[in-house]
């Protein structure tokens, strides 16, 4: 019994550390291809939470490096920074994932518009209902005319 219990334990050990790696090799790729596909003008945040607006980009010693403008008005600055401490580029993922949503507001109807609009009958279906029950009642009083003139 001991032993099952120990298996089962194992088990979930290694399957919590499988799933760990899995999600951070995704994590990776998805931060190297967006460190790659930076561009001049791409705002961007580094790992110690620095923003500024990718100026250049260089690459030494097999290295890649970002050359960064921050600052604002009479207080910008210039900096270099390894392309792994960039962390996030502001805007690729709000453009990939909302989309824009118009609502039209209600038009507002006058209160003789409403008149109107109860007055009528809602469709052709209940007019034609109305009109057969109609006819039918007037038959239905014509026979009863007849009959009670015999």
């Known amino acids: ?39 001049i003008g791409d705002k961007v945040m580094t790992d110690t939470g620095v923003v500024g607006e990718v100026v250049d980009s260089y690459t030494e010693d097999e290295y890649t490096y970002f050359v960064l403008r921050t600052g604002k008005g009479n207080n910008i600055g210039y900096f270099t920074v390894h392309a792994n401490a960039i962390y996030y580029v502001y805007g690729k993922e709000e453009k990939a994932t909302t989309q824009k949503v118009v609502v039209k507001a209600p038009t507002e109807t006058k209160k003789e518009d409403k008149k109107d609009i109860a007055d009528e009958p809602k469709s052709n279906e209940n007019s034609a209902t109305n009109e057969s029950t109609e006819n039918e009642n007037k038959e239905s009083t014509d026979s009863d005319k007849k009959k009670n003139k015999k």
């Open 1 to 39: 019994m001991e032993i099952v219990l120990l298996i089962i334990l194992i088990v979930l050990v290694v399957a919590l550390f499988v799933v760990s790696y899995m999600k951070k090799k995704k994590y990776n790729t998805e931060l190297s291809q967006m460190r790659s596909e930076l561009k």
